[in-house]
């Protein structure tokens, strides 16, 4: 006795695996031409939104290893979008900061973020949309990944938060 399995559309997994597929390939070519990954793009976001953490303190908030940072800041440093000051009160600490030409590449790569939005939920009502939001949210607290960490960041899941 065989039974068909359900169609995938029928999946929330599925759907989620759907959309956010389309959704990361659709803003990794829309951030090309700005010279960021969605990844950077990430990490350039957390240190304009709480500009002068240490590395260490970003590496932290990321779940990522320290030394996976330093080659991250050394990356964004090279490009000329992040730069590292001498932390005002610990010497052997570097604070890390947004130049000039990254508050333009940010600023740029968030108007992209919020096309691809609008283009995405653009269908939904506020309230779907917000309903939407929240049920998102529920979903990754309950996973135990951090909340505002890009996937191809490192580790996300609960190992990280140990």
């Known amino acids: 006795m065989s039974s068909e399995p359900p169609a995938l559309e029928t999946r929330a997994s599925f759907l989620v695996s759907q959309l956010g597929l389309q959704s990361a390939q659709a803003f990794t070519a829309a951030l090309a ?11 350039l976001v957390h ?41 005002p009160d610990d010497r052997r600490a570097y604070a890390i900061h947004l130049t000039p030409s990254a508050r333009d590449v940010v600023s740029a790569a968030s108007r992209l973020a919020d096309e691809q939005e609008e283009a995405m939920l653009g269908r939904l009502s506020a309230d779907d949309r917000a309903a939407l939001l929240a049920i998102l949210t529920r979903m990754v607290d309950s996973t135990g990944f951090q909340p505002g960490v890009h996937p191809g960041l490192g580790k996300h899941g609960p190992e990280a938060r140990r």
Do not use: C
């Not at 590496?59 to 964004?76: E, F, Y």
């Open 47 to 87: 240190v304009a939104r709480e500009e002068g953490r240490t590395q260490q303190d970003l590496a932290k908030a990321l779940g990522l290893h320290r030394n996976s940072m330093v080659t991250l800041i050394d990356d964004l440093e090279q490009r000329g979008l992040v730069e590292r000051r001498r932390h």
């Open 33 to 43: 031409p700005l010279g960021l990954t969605p990844n950077r793009y990430g990490i």
